[in-house]
């Protein structure tokens, strides 16, 4: 605590108004104003610290920048909000220094939301360390599921699909992605289920949201989603001892043509190769697929990330690229379980980084959209296990559902 050094100016005591001649040691640090930093007793300061520190963060936020864009930070409320690096393992109160794409900026998170004892949880969710998966044999053999798993990922599918739904109908101008993670973790948990994301591998939250250009694993923060946005949600879920994946990218209030035509690209490509899903194809076949609808449309494929098998591991065998000229090995069949989740460039398909260790941007700051589903190979055909519901919310004017 620091003594005031103006002995001609009386300031009041923020928490009783008496007469105070004690100032707080972190205001004085950040240089703020002496009105509402002033106390007059020790006692003051304490009793009224927990009201008192947000102060310290605004200030921060305001002189980093972050509450320049429309004030959008101007209401976080605690010092637990900070920004991610090191892939979810570390935390700083600083915007990192990086050589941005585009427009788009990270804002601080969160803390970790709670999942309750009663929730069945995959090995990774204390620890972030995912144990069966990374030595599974199914990371070099697809597994063909047996009747009871396909019942469990059917159950688990339609979780997943109904948590996204949830997801769709918060999306709107000023709401923050981190206000979609709440969402998105309360109905998963409501269902009995668990938010495969959280703490795998680290990752900090309960879904991923990517807007505008980031292209996959984006981290749901306290910016607030303007007027012209995209914005992707992935969601996974875990159930009766199998994961659930898919996501969609949404419009956030008026969008501009070529981001119209970018998303309804997209979304046509996860149709298009989704119709060829049956025994007997290649999965090199998908990628050709996707990359000639694309290509038609002057758009690029991302080549970094691709489809992959599912259950009850979250990733495994096969990979599923995206992009045309693939190397993917093997064929379908009947009883497999995996994802295509093609993500189309508006620029380049090459990404970068963030900071954060899980943003992926593009590398020109273009903008990006992604569509996904599991799906299951049956004897005849395919399956799409997250399909959209009758009760999912009409977003894609494009579609019947």
């Known amino acids: 605590m620091a003594g005031g050094s103006d002995a001609a100016e009386t300031l009041s005591c923020a928490r009783c108004s008496n007469p105070a ?8 640090e950040l240089k703020l104003p ?25 200030a921060k936020l305001s002189s980093l920048g972050t509450d320049g864009a429309g004030g959008q930070n ?13 892939k979810g393992q570390s935390r700083t109160p600083k915007l990192p220094p990086f050589n941005w794409t585009g427009s788009l900026r990270p804002y601080p998170i969160s803390v970790k939301r709670n999942v309750p004892a009663h929730i069945d949880k995959p090995d990774w969710a204390n620890d972030g360390v995912p144990k069966v998966e990374p030595n599974s044999d199914w990371q070099h053999r697809v597994e063909i599921k047996t009747p009871d798993q396909i019942e469990r990922m059917r159950e688990t599918c339609r979780i997943a699909r109904e948590v996204l739904d949830a997801a769709a109908r918060m999306i709107r101008p000023g709401v923050t992605t981190d206000e979609i993670d709440r969402v998105v973790h309360e109905a998963t948990v409501a269902a009995g289920a668990y938010p495969s994301p959280l703490n795998y591998h680290f990752f900090p939250k309960s879904c991923c949201t990517s807007v505008n250009e980031v292209i ?27 994961h659930g994946d ?79 000229r ?45 569509f996904e589903h599991t799906l299951l190979v049956t004897e005849t055909g395919v399956e799409v296990l997250t399909a959209r519901l009758p009760s999912s919310p009409d977003v894609f004017p494009w579609s019947n559902k």
């Open 216 to 242: 996959c694993h984006g981290i749901p923060d306290a910016r607030k989603l303007e007027d012209g946005d995209i914005i992707n949600v992935d969601v996974t879920v875990y159930y009766k001892g199998v």
């Open 326 to 370: 693939n190397k993917a090995v093997g064929v379908m069949k009947a009883g497999q379980t995996f994802t295509i989740e093609p993500m189309i460039n508006a620029g380049v398909w090459r990404d970068q980084m963030w900071p954060d260790g899980w943003t992926a941007v593009t590398a020109d700051g273009k903008r990006s959209a992604q």
């Open 74 to 86: 101007s209401d976080l409320a605690s010092e637990d909000w900070l920004y991610c690096l090191r």
């Open 246 to 324: 898919l996501n969609e990218t949404y419009f956030v209030g008026n969008v501009d043509e070529a981001s119209r035509k970018l998303v309804q690209c997209t979304y046509e490509c996860l149709d298009k190769a989704i119709s060829i899903v049956k025994p007997g194809v290649r999965f090199r076949d998908v990628g050709e697929v996707i990359n000639r609808h694309a290509s038609m449309s002057g758009l690029s494929v991302v080549k970094s990330y691709c489809g992959h098998g599912i259950g009850e591991l979250f990733h495994c065998a096969p990979n599923i690229p995206h992009y045309g």
């Open 34 to 58: 002496r009105e509402g930093a002033a106390f007059c007793t020790q006692d003051c300061f304490k009793a009224s610290w927990s009201s008192h520190k947000p102060v310290h963060l605004k």
């Open 21 to 28: 001649s004690l100032q707080c040691p972190k205001c004085v």
